[in-house]
């Protein structure tokens, strides 16, 4: 009895530790949106005397406010669209033919290889390669974290396709179906727990990185929107009124999303955990 309440007592801090952990720089991005400079100076943690909303104003005022957000959406839909339809399509060929040909078995390890490769080892190649073809724009960006969530994400799908018996697809090409009908009505359907986990991931990723974009886009019409911030800081200070608000915009999509999508986001998850 004393060690199940040991263990309750041990479950109970480190879920208020993870708590604040969340909550906390939570509440400073929302507090600080709301002050102006004086009161942060001030006092960087108290609350604001009165919430001001004309810092939410200027950063919409601003010029490239909505070309930024619509190339964040640009590339997260477009990307997560690209994925959904080609990594699946890559990796169907090499999960059932892995076991009886070297050739997958060998494109199969190469993929898996590359997952453990740093992105900085990646990154000047990738930006001279960009720059070559003209492609220094959200499109070019867009065929970046494609390529990047290839290896990882047709590695997660072989193990996934294991998973999936093939007397389905062979009962179907006994009644004539051709492999394109297999593969998109009936092996598909089956994917969509592994589907949603990888655009889940993926997704929060394009959406939140600042690196990649920094490195591709160099023209301000073609910023995202963790770009878009930093255009409130200066040479020799900082707006830090206005970087948080820009902030906060910028999480409100994909919490708003969150709330609506929780269900789902939480069942994709869980089930593509585990296979079978």
Do not use: H
Not at 59 to 79: A, E, R
Not at 103 to 114: E, I, K, P, S
Not at 246 to 258: A, C, E, I
């Amino acid at each position: 009895m004393r060690e199940k309440r040991s263990i309750n007592i041990f479950i109970a801090v480190f879920l208020a530790a993870s708590l604040i952990n969340v909550a906390f720089p939570f509440y400073l991005t929302v507090i600080t949106s709301l002050k102006t400079n004086s009161e942060i100076a001030r006092s960087f943690f108290a609350l604001p005397a009165a919430p001001n909303l004309d810092n939410f104003r200027t950063v919409i005022g601003k010029g490239n406010y909505f070309s930024s957000l619509f190339n964040s959406v640009f590339v997260t839909v477009t990307g997560l669209a690209l994925m959904s339809l080609l990594l699946p399509m890559a990796a169907y060929p090499i999960a059932r033919n892995m076991k009886k040909s070297r050739f997958y078995r060998f494109l199969f390890y190469f993929m898996v290889a590359g997952i453990f490769i740093p992105f900085q080892v990646r990154m000047m190649p990738m930006v001279k390669l960009m720059n070559f073809l003209g492609l220094m724009n959200p499109v070019g960006l867009v065929l970046l974290y494609l390529a990047g969530s290839t290896c990882e994400g047709i590695f997660l799908y072989v193990g996934y396709f294991g998973s999936i018996p093939t007397d389905l697809e062979e009962a179907a090409y006994i009644d004539g179906a051709t492999t394109r009908q297999i593969f998109f009505k009936i092996v598909k359907p089956l994917l969509r727990p592994m589907t949603a986990t990888i655009l889940i991931k993926n997704g929060l990723w394009m959406w939140n990185d600042y690196l990649m974009p920094s490195l591709v886009l160099t023209k301000p019409e073609y910023y995202t929107l963790q770009l878009f911030q930093y255009i409130f800081k200066g040479e020799n200070m900082t707006d830090y009124s206005l970087v948080f608000a820009s902030f906060l915009l910028g999480m409100l999509p994909v919490m708003v999303l969150y709330v609506f999508m929780q269900k789902r986001i939480i069942g994709g998850m869980m089930s593509g955990a585990v296979k079978g």
